[in-house]
């Protein structure tokens, strides 16, 4: 992996593989023209993010289907199994990661296979007195999750658990370290394809608990005590898995039925949460990072799986809830987001203009001319603006577009902007065009911003995705200026 990919190794090569059959694929569709190919995914960056989602829906399925079979032999009632999995893999949270295309679907998969082969080691090799198949897949399991993201190095603790329920034998200490040895030897070699930037990452979350109080005040971004760092991902928790948290009433009222089943999801859920409350410490708010909590759902399923299964009555009413939040979710999804809307009115309403425009939204993507590329960074012209570049024809696309990657030493030359694209209101000013919800410019709903919060009433009143845009004309409104990021490069 090349400079950036701090952590999802292994989902990084996954990807890499699906991509290589995406362009045999894309090779035959052009007629074998590679140049057509490679302009078409030039100029047409998203649908390179097609494949990596596509891999990540996929894995979700496979991890569902896994998860399925274990329930079958575990939750006797059809109706509270499948309610499990629906307020479980359809949440808010879950259905946003399994398709964002990133680490997340496969680390939690890793890490939930070794939870549930560690249950089987437990209940099924124990009989025989030492660790076998399930014990060596709980481990190798679990070294794959922790060599895809290092924080699931968590999962190892599968193996002094090992240790503790199988007799301290010569033979059970050979299988358990034979299996340790694979799985560490595995995660070495994943390691050394990525060496420079998982230390780069490891490095940032050590060197944090060595930083200076001095440091600490200067810093933008305040340090949680591990109180307070709890106390988020405890409401975050709450906000993410109401319907499990709800589903626990019942189950207990039911009566317990699986204590080792029971005992292994608390130890995995108290150490998990403990740990993300030691490690992630910066306060974002609780807006951000909610994915962090993201595997304390499935601990919470199978502490559920534990127990009797209620009456069918629950299991409709849980299961009918679940289903609309997943309904819901999947068509706002489906409808285009803030950004897709705004850069469509660009496009349709100015694209034969002559004019500036200054956009400043990270999550917005305008077209882009030869004209705009020559105004980047060196730094930032990866791919798509170098090809832009060296191209012979533009894009039907006039207006010279600056974001935060233009370099400021060119903005002096450029005639002021006509156009100017912000995420907060201006005051004193109406805008030429709004793109948002009916909420406050700070509510935001966004992949990375609240996402997942499901106690949020305003979530459900929602129309689409995304940060609240608008478009001011500096011609009818003069205070845009001072409102634009890229001024102070100006100055």
């Not at 699931?152 to 301290?168: C, D, S, T, V, W």
């Not at 009555?313 to 999804?333: A, D, H, N, Q």
């Not at 897709?340 to 425009?357: C, H, K, L, V």
């Not at 005051?427 to 009916?438: D, E, I, M, Q």
Request: hydrophobic share 50%.
């Amino acid at each position: 992996p090349g400079y950036g990919v701090l952590y999802g190794t292994l989902s990084f090569y996954q990807n890499y593989i699906a991509m290589v059959f995406a362009l045999g694929f894309g090779f035959l569709f052009y007629g074998f023209d590679i140049v057509a190919l490679k302009t078409a995914l030039v100029l047409n960056p998203s649908y390179s993010l097609l494949v990596p989602r596509i891999v990540s829906a996929l894995t979700a399925m496979a991890f569902l289907a896994f998860v399925y079979q274990f329930l079958k032999t575990n939750v006797h009632s059809v109706w509270w199994r499948l309610t499990l999995l629906m307020i479980t893999f359809g949440s808010v949270l879950t259905t946003l990661l399994a398709r964002s295309g990133k680490m997340w679907m496969l680390s939690i998969a890793l890490g939930m296979i070794s939870f549930i082969y560690l249950y089987r080691a437990i209940t099924e090799e124990r009989k025989n007195g030492k660790p076998g198949r399930f014990s060596a897949i709980s481990i190798v399991t679990a070294f794959l999750a922790t060599a895809n993201f290092p924080f699931a190095g968590l999962f190892l603790i599968n193996i002094p658990i090992l240790f503790l329920y199988f007799p301290r034998t010569l033979q059970s200490l050979w299988q358990i370290g034979i299996a340790t040895l694979a799985g560490g030897t595995l995660l070495l070699i994943v390691f050394a394809t990525n060496a420079q930037n998982i230390i780069l990452q490891l490095s940032g979350f050590v060197l944090q608990f060595f930083e200076s109080s001095a440091n600490s005040t200067e810093s933008v971004v305040r340090s949680l005590t591990l109180f307070e760092a709890f106390m988020v991902n405890a409401r975050q928790m709450v906000e993410a898995f109401p319907l499990l948290l709800l589903a626990l009433i019942p189950a207990l009222r039911s009566g317990i039925r699986n204590k080792t089943l029971a005992y292994l999801a608390l130890i995995y859920l108290v150490l998990y949460i403990v740990a993300v409350s030691v490690i992630f410490r910066s306060d974002h708010g609780l807006a951000l990072n909610v994915r962090h909590i993201f595997p304390i759902g499935f601990f919470l399923m199978f502490l559920i799986a534990s127990y009797k299964s209620p009456p069918r009555w629950v299991s409709t009413i849980f299961l009918t809830g679940g289903i609309l939040v997943y309904v819901y979710t999947l068509v706002l999804l489906s409808v285009p987001t803030t950004y897709n809307r705004a850069s469509e009115f660009i496009s349709t309403e100015y694209s034969d203009a002559g004019i500036r425009i200054d956009e400043h939204i990270f999550e917005l993507t305008l077209p882009m001319n030869k004209n705009s590329y020559a105004l980047f960074m060196e730094a930032s012209c990866g791919s798509t603006c170098q090809h832009m570049r060296k191209l012979s024809k533009d894009i039907a696309f006039k207006p010279i577009v600056v974001t935060g990657e233009t370099d400021p030493s060119y903005l002096e030359t450029l005639p002021p902007a006509d156009l100017i694209i912000v995420e907060r209101a201006v005051p004193n000013c109406t805008p030429l065009a709004r793109f948002g919800n009916a909420k406050h410019d700070d509510e935001v709903f966004d992949i990375d911003i609240n996402l997942g919060r499901m106690l949020m009433p305003s979530f459900y009143t929602l129309r689409q995705l995304g940060k609240n845009i608008y478009v001011y004309e500096v011609a009818s409104c003069a205070s845009a200026v001072s409102a634009n990021p890229l001024k102070e490069k100006v100055l």
